[in-house]
């Protein structure tokens, strides 16, 4: 099963990483996933990591049935290796290959019964183009609302690209989880 994943949700991919389901993970970062962690450091799942923009960029190629994009990040280090490098009016580009999943898990803060999606903050940020990249897009909100309670200028996920939404923690509750984490691994410093 290839997933994509842009935040840590609440969905049942934690038992199914649990369960030994999940062999490898694409994505910029692990950090804020203690489950994903765990996993990692007993060796039963192999990580992938992508600097943040060049992961976005390739999954926005993989929604878009693009082969892949060049980017200069990583010329000239270890994240070279193995890759091809093109050269275009004298500077060196890495081709990196579009990345698309069976699965699509992307986090809004509103969701409507047919799949709109909008979303707080940065959240914003990978979970539109991540649904655009998965095969079957489930999406976790904090909010499921009725109809034309979103208004257009907010649909951050048109429902064309969501096959499923689900309730999750509602905002309150997500804040109290992400605080509670953050200070157990030292992020949050509170005096």
């Known amino acids: 099963m290839k997933l994509v994943l842009c935040q840590v949700v609440t969905l049942t991919w934690h038992h199914c990483l649990k369960m030994g389901k999940l062999k490898k993970f694409i994505g910029a970062h692990i950090g804020?996933?203690?489950?994903?962690?765990?996993?990692?450091?007993?060796?039963?799942?192999?990580?992938?990591?992508?600097?943040?923009?060049?992961?976005?960029?390739?999954?926005?190629?993989g929604g878009a049935g693009l082969g892949g994009i060049l980017t200069p990040t990583g010329v000239g280090t270890l994240i070279e290796e193995g890759k091809q490098k093109i050269n275009i009016e004298g500077k060196d580009y890495l081709l990196e290959t579009a990345l698309t999943a069976d699965f699509a898990l992307i986090k809004g803060y509103?969701?409507?019964?047919?799949?709109?999606?909008?979303?707080?903050?940065?959240s914003i940020n990978c979970n539109k183009v991540a649904a655009t990249a998965g095969k079957y897009t489930i999406a976790e909100v904090n909010e499921i609302v009725e109809m034309d309670v979103i208004e257009p200028i907010r649909v951050g996920t048109p429902s064309v690209f969501v096959n499923a939404v689900v309730q999750?923690?509602?905002l309150d509750v997500q804040h109290k989880i992400y605080n509670e984490q953050w200070n157990s691994i030292g992020i949050l410093k509170h005096e």
Do not use: C, H
Not at 34 to 56: D, S
Not at 110 to 122: A, C, L
């Open 32 to 61: 804020t996933s203690p489950e994903l962690l765990e996993q990692y450091a007993k060796g039963n799942l192999e990580v992938e990591l992508y600097p943040m923009g060049t992961w976005i960029e390739k999954l926005r190629a």
């Open 110 to 122: 509103q969701g409507d019964p047919i799949g709109n999606i909008s979303y707080r903050g940065v």
């Open 168 to 170: 999750g923690n509602p």
